[in-house]
């Protein structure tokens, strides 16, 4: 099997695959349209949960606005995908990742010519325009704007020199600007922030876009297995078993992924927080996870850029957050970091786990565990929580922020400048998850067997919001969708017209997710 070190190669190995890629020349839109098409071809007709059909990843030659690029979404959506790409069985991805993560082999910094700065555009120059540069989808009319989904940020702490790469939602707010997401006290590239804005200094920062699976999968490992200090580049050494290969910036004090399709270099301004839908009013970011289109934060930082550089004729590489390419990059590394916490505890019982594609990678988790003695029971998901516990705390972050929309919803129609989103699945699937989640403070104590009861209740309300997401969570322009779709069928994929049919018919209608659910 041929070597896999990059995007392109990472491409060129599934051009050797059965019905894993389908590429197409017909011109797309980013602007809800090229995430629309990948629901009906790509992601087999839907990605409600559990996904029952691992559709092919999908490389578009023709965005509209963006004469020269390309974009790529999918790559990770299939577990046999990910394990094709790293090299293994799809069984074995959690222990590969484990054994990975426990021998790191570090990054290093090379003086040879980076394929990612072929091309330079600098801040500076007149017509530096982030808008014209990057060819971000944005994945419903009701998103923000232009998301990159797929950047794999890069800092360095001010005080100890240490850096570490993660992934984080990022808008472009400006022609030289982008907002990024990050969780309060839940990544260590916000500790980064946070010291340096005591500091009053700038954070230098690099988001390398188009990168080798295994940085993409090994970015995505969170406390306790990765702690501060601990440079997940790293891990994606251990899988390739040879350091990943940096460059540096041209424009700032930091480093970039040398082989990246897209680098953009700037800096978090100390101290300066966002409104994310500033520009839109819509009250939406972009879709999450769980599958709900998720509140725009009114705390994000801001990123001034500095430069982007690229690699000639790029390509973009996106995913959507209610996807099973989510799955993969969250699932597979809490699988590892579940493996690590048990081993701890328990050595040599624990024979297998999976994260299943109905938690989204991070609510859900089956253990394959040897029990010895009656008093076995309970231990083994003691110490797989205490690997889990960031996810946990992260699903009740979730929940506060639904919330905290709600709350936001109340007020929207005395705002003279707001507007009505245009698609009531939006709202049926939000509604339906908040009035679910609703009264259950009580049970949010943490990692515990008390979060038995509460994992029963939100599935339930997370079925309820799929079944409103399904509806058409991403729409766009549907004939549009639809026909594009009809021209990628040569690869076997069918279109689920009936689903496109519903979602047309549930557009401006108010649905009943309970009712929906029955009917499942």
């Known amino acids: ?51 029952t059909v691992n559709g092919p990843a999908m490389l578009f030659h023709n965005i509209k606005g963006h004469k020269d690029a390309r974009v790529l979404i999918g790559l990770l959506a299939s577990r046999e ?12 991805l959690g222990k590969l990742l484990c054994d990975a993560a426990l ?37 419903t009319p009701v998103d923000e ?22 992934i984080h939602r990022m808008c472009i707010q400006s022609k030289d600007e982008l907002s990024i997401f990050l969780q309060p006290g839940s990544r260590h590239i916000g500790a980064m922030a946070e010291r340096a804005t005591e500091l009053n200094e700038p954070l230098p920062i690099s988001v390398s876009i188009g990168v080798d699976p295994a940085i993409e999968v090994g970015s995505c490992f969170e406390p306790p297995t990765t702690p501060l200090g ?103 590394p809490t699988e590892a970091s579940i493996y690590v916490m048990v081993e701890k505890a328990m050595p040599g019982r ?7 594609s109905a938690g989204g990678g991070k609510y859900m988790a089956v253990l394959q565990f040897q029990k010895l003695s009656p008093s076995d029971e309970g231990r083994q998901r003691q110490a797989a929580l205490r690997g889990q516990c960031r996810s946990a705390h992260e699903g009740i972050a979730q929940q506060q922020k639904l919330r905290q929309h709600e709350q936001h919803e109340k007020h929207r129609d005395e705002r003279p400048d707001a507007h009505e989103p245009a698609h009531a699945g939006h709202r049926a699937g939000r509604d339906a998850r908040a009035d679910e989640q609703a009264g259950g403070d009580e049970h949010r104590a943490g990692c515990d067997d008390g979060r038995e009861g509460e994992v029963q ?39 689920d017209h009936e689903e496109h049919i519903l979602a047309r018919e549930h557009r401006d209608a108010e649905v009943d997710p309970d009712a929906a659910l029955d009917d499942q």
């Open 1 to 51: 099997m041929m070597e896999v070190n990059d995007l392109r190669s990472s491409i060129e190995l599934l051009k050797q695959m059965e019905h894993q890629l389908v590429e197409t020349d017909i011109e797309v839109d980013p602007e809800a349209e090229l995430a629309g098409v990948y629901r009906h071809v790509g992601a087999g007709g839907t990605v409600m949960r559990p996904t």
């Open 103 to 139: 021998h790191p082999i570090e990054p290093i910094v090379t003086d040879k010519k980076a394929s990612c700065q072929e091309v330079i555009h600098r801040a500076t120059d007149a017509d530096f325009d982030l808008y014209q540069l990057i060819p971000a989808p944005t994945n």
């Open 457 to 495: 209740r939100r599935d339930h309300g997370l079925a309820r919001a799929l079944i409103g997401a399904r509806l058409g969570i991403v729409r766009g322009d549907d004939d549009r969708i639809v026909h594009v779709a009809a021209h990628l069928n040569g690869a076997g994929h069918e279109i």
């Open 350 to 356: 624990l024979k297998n786990v999976y994260c299943a």
């Open 81 to 92: 995908r990910v394990a094709a790409l790293l090299g293994c069985r799809k069984e074995g």
């Open 230 to 332: 601990y440079n997940e580049l790293s891990i994606a050494g251990a899988l390739r078993k040879k350091p990943v290969e940096l460059t540096p910036c041209v424009s700032i004090k930091e480093n970039a992924i040398a082989n990246a399709e897209y680098v953009i270099e700037g800096e978090i301004q100390p101290g300066v927080k966002v409104i994310e839908d500033q520009n839109t009013h819509t009250g939406y970011a972009m879709p999450e996870f769980p599958g709900y289109n998720g509140a725009a934060s009114h705390e994000c930082w801001l990123i001034k850029v500095t430069a982007v550089t690229h690699r000639k004729n790029p390509i973009m590489q996106t995913c959507i957050g209610l996807s099973e390419e989510h799955v993969s990059m969250a699932g597979i």
């Open 145 to 166: 704007g232009p998301y990159i989904t797929m950047g794999m940020c890069y800092a360095t702490h001010p005080d100890t020199g240490l850096s570490d790469v993660t």
